[in-house]
């Protein structure tokens, strides 16, 4: 009796080692899935989600995923996505982002086109202040809603991250 009992513990332990493996591999690959969200004027923030981005793009690829990222911007984050001034509008640039915006462009640019990071931008937001699609920087997406895009991405398994 105590053999089949040892017995029947080892196969339990072993079954759930085995069963825990797979949903940690599965869980990882649902992990490679990542949406950020920015919807603040603070280039000292940004900065730091440009560098959170540029981290789990470094772990997820150190970790052999292939990762999908997102970023999308919505109201104050327009500031981030277009060298107009935005004068007039609530999103306008202040001394701080101008003296760090040739800077955040090309960590953005950087995390684009040499990272494969989805850029969006909410389209509301954009239309709001009346600024032509053609002065955003290329290469970002307009979304008609950023924040319903965000919902959908979280829907699809996107996990949603936004730095304090």
């Given at each position: ?12 332990a072993f079954s759930i080692a085995f069963f825990g493996?797979v949903h940690s591999a599965q869980a990882a690959d ?22 959170s981005i540029n981290n789990i793009m470094n772990f ?105």
């Open positions: 009796m105590k053999k089949l009992v040892k017995q029947f513990l080892t196969a339990l493996l649902d992990g490679a899935k990542v949406v950020y969200h920015v919807d603040f004027a603070d280039p000292t923030r940004y900065s730091a989600t440009l560098t997820y690829e150190n970790e052999l995923m292939e990762p999908e990222v997102h970023l999308v911007f919505v109201g104050f984050g327009l500031r981030f996505t277009t060298d107009d001034a935005l004068k007039g509008t609530p999103y306008e640039h202040d001394a701080a982002l101008l003296e760090r915006r040739d800077e955040l462009k090309g960590r953005l640019d950087a995390l684009m086109n040499v990272r494969g990071v989805q850029v969006h931008l909410c389209d509301k937001t954009r239309d709001e202040v009346g600024l032509p699609q053609d002065k955003v920087y290329k290469g970002i997406q307009f979304a008609k809603s950023g924040v319903a895009k965000i919902a959908i991405l979280q829907s699809e398994g996107f996990a949603y991250l936004k730095i304090q």
